[in-house]
Structures are given as structure tokens and as C-alpha cells.
């Protein structure tokens, strides 16, 4: 099985109203549709919007569904030139740029009791949604780090700090959330985000403008990323 998880109803209704043989099972609040996607069975789940939320959603689908892979689905703000609106940003790495236990001498974005910053994702899923990417349209991609925390990114200052510290390509609010608990159960994990704004002081106008069309461009990736495995 599959799981496939976005922070909001938009970034999975998609893939959502494409399940065959559809089921529904509320936990903990969160819903999660289970059904047959090109022939393979997935479950999905919308997750809601920050790391708390993202980590409940991801463990209880682990333990309740036993999915083999996580691919995680949605919009982010870029953190290079490279990648503009629409644009497809492939995770290779997931940091939380707003974990710092730097007082007591660890690295920015130290993960204590992993011991590590950047959380590994799964090679075959880089792989899958990086050739994904050339079946949706001429979208600019580009694997790198993508940094999670507990804000919304919408100033050059903290968007800068993000860059210099952890090298990052993207932001949002879950991914890296996700990444740790797949990676403390040892499941696989991947992560697509497509650009929705440009974290910057007008990332606010932007993500409302383009948050559709950067949902629908992630969604069409990982739907294709089924149909290949």
C-alpha cells in the first residue's frame, strides 16, 4: 500500500476523487480514504496544516494502514531562483529550519534523539517523482533540501536564514515533520512541492493567487508516480 498525505483538502482532492472502491475511516480527526489508484492501493489523508498535525496523520496511517511508502504531496514557497510558480521542487533531504537546541552547542535543526539535522528520503521515490515531473508539462524541477517549521515564510530575512543555514530549495510547514516519523519507522518517504509563492513579503498575495494551480501540478506528479510502481 501507499500512503499519500497533503496538509489541506485541496493538495489531495484530486487524487482523492480518482479512488476506486473508495472507504472512509475518521481518526483522531482526520479522515482517510482508502481505495484502489491504477491498480495499486492507497490510502489518503489531508492532514492539516503544521508539524503537530503532520506527525499524528503520518503515525496513525502507519500503524493503522502499514503503507510501504509515504509520498507527501502539496505547495511550498521557493528558496531558489531556479524554481518559480507552478515549478516542482523533489526532496532528496527534509530539515526543520525552526528546531534549535543551539544553546547547548548541537547544529541549527539538531533532531535530539536522532542525533542527525537533514532526514534522508527514500532513493526510488526521488527517482519516481523526478520522472513523474516530465509526464505533467514543461515544469522546471529541481531535487534539494525542503525546510519545514511552524510559520509561514513571508520575509527576505528569515527566508535568507533558512537558505544559508541549511541549503534549502524550498519551504512549508510538513514535510519534515513527516519525513522523521516515516524515518523513526523505518517506511519510506517521499515529498513533492509545488511553488506556490516566493516566501518573501509578498508570498501572502501570492499563495492565494496560485495555491490552485501548484496543488493540481503536485497532485498530477504523484498520481503518476502510482501508475509507475
Given at each position: 500500500?501507499?500512503?499519500?498525505?497533503?496538509?489541506?483538502?485541496?493538495?489531495?482532492?484530486?487524487?482523492?476523487?480518482?479512488?476506486?472502491?473508495?472507504?472512509?475511516?475518521?481518526?483522531?480527526?482526520?479522515?482517510?480514504?482508502?481505495?484502489?489508484?491504477?491498480?495499486?492501493?492507497?490510502?489518503?489523508a489531508a492532514?492539516?496544516?503544521?508539524?503537530?498535525?503532520?506527525?499524528?496523520?503520518?503515525?496513525?496511517?502507519?500503524?493503522?494502514?502499514?503503507?510501504?511508502?509515504?509520498i507527501?504531496?502539496?505547495?511550498?514557497?521557493?528558496?531558489?531562483?531556479?524554481?518559480?510558480?507552478g515549478?516542482?521542487?523533489?526532496?532528496?533531504?527534509?530539515?526543520?529550519?525552526?528546531?534549535?537546541?543551539?544553546?547547548?552547542?548541537?547544529?541549527?535543526?539538531?533532531?535530539?534523539?536522532?542525533?542527525?539535522?537533514?532526514?534522508?528520503?527514500?532513493?526510488?521515490?526521488?527517482?519516481?517523482?523526478?520522472?513523474?515531473?516530465?509526464?505533467?508539462?514543461?515544469?522546471?524541477?529541481?531535487?534539494?533540501?525542503i525546510?519545514?517549521g511552524d510559520?509561514?515564510?513571508?520575509?527576505?530575512?528569515?527566508?535568507?536564514?533558512?537558505?544559508?543555514?541549511?541549503?534549502a530549495?524550498?519551504?512549508?510547514?510538513e514535510?519534515?515533520?513527516?519525513?522523521?516519523?516515516?524515518y523513526?519507522?523505518?517506511?519510506?518517504?517521499?515529498?513533492?512541492r509545488?511553488?506556490?509563492?516566493?516566501?518573501?513579503g509578498?508570498?501572502?498575495?501570492?499563495?492565494?493567487?496560485?495555491?490552485?494551480?501548484?496543488?493540481?501540478?503536485?497532485?498530477?506528479?504523484?498520481?503518476?508516480?502510482?501508475?509507475?510502481?
Open positions: 500500500m501507499v500512503g499519500i498525505i497533503g496538509a489541506m483538502g485541496i493538495e489531495v482532492e484530486q487524487i482523492k476523487a480518482s479512488l476506486k472502491n473508495k472507504e472512509t475511516i475518521k481518526i483522531s480527526g482526520i479522515e482517510f480514504y482508502t481505495g484502489v489508484l491504477s491498480g495499486k492501493d492507497v490510502v489518503v492532514c492539516g496544516i503544521g508539524k503537530v498535525a503532520a506527525a499524528v496523520c503520518a503515525q496513525t496511517m502507519i500503524l493503522k494502514f502499514g503503507p510501504e511508502l509515504i507527501n504531496t502539496g505547495v511550498g514557497g521557493t528558496l531558489t531562483d531556479r524554481l518559480g510558480v515549478d516542482i521542487a523533489v526532496a532528496d533531504f527534509t530539515v526543520q529550519h525552526d528546531m534549535d537546541t543551539s544553546p547547548l552547542g548541537d547544529p541549527l535543526g539538531l533532531i535530539s534523539g536522532l542525533n542527525i539535522v537533514k532526514i534522508p528520503c527514500s532513493t526510488a521515490a526521488i527517482k519516481l517523482l523526478s520522472e513523474s515531473i516530465a509526464k505533467v508539462g514543461s515544469l522546471k524541477s529541481v531535487v534539494g533540501t525546510a519545514s510559520q509561514f515564510v513571508n520575509g527576505r530575512e528569515r527566508k535568507e536564514f533558512i537558505i544559508k543555514n541549511f541549503g530549495v524550498a519551504c512549508d510547514m514535510c519534515a515533520s513527516l519525513g522523521q516519523v516515516c523513526m519507522n523505518g517506511v519510506n518517504f517521499g515529498a513533492v509545488a511553488i506556490s509563492d516566493s516566501a518573501d509578498e508570498s501572502h498575495v501570492d499563495y492565494g493567487k496560485f495555491l490552485e494551480t501548484a496543488a493540481r501540478n503536485a497532485a498530477n506528479v504523484v498520481k503518476f508516480v502510482i501508475e509507475a510502481l
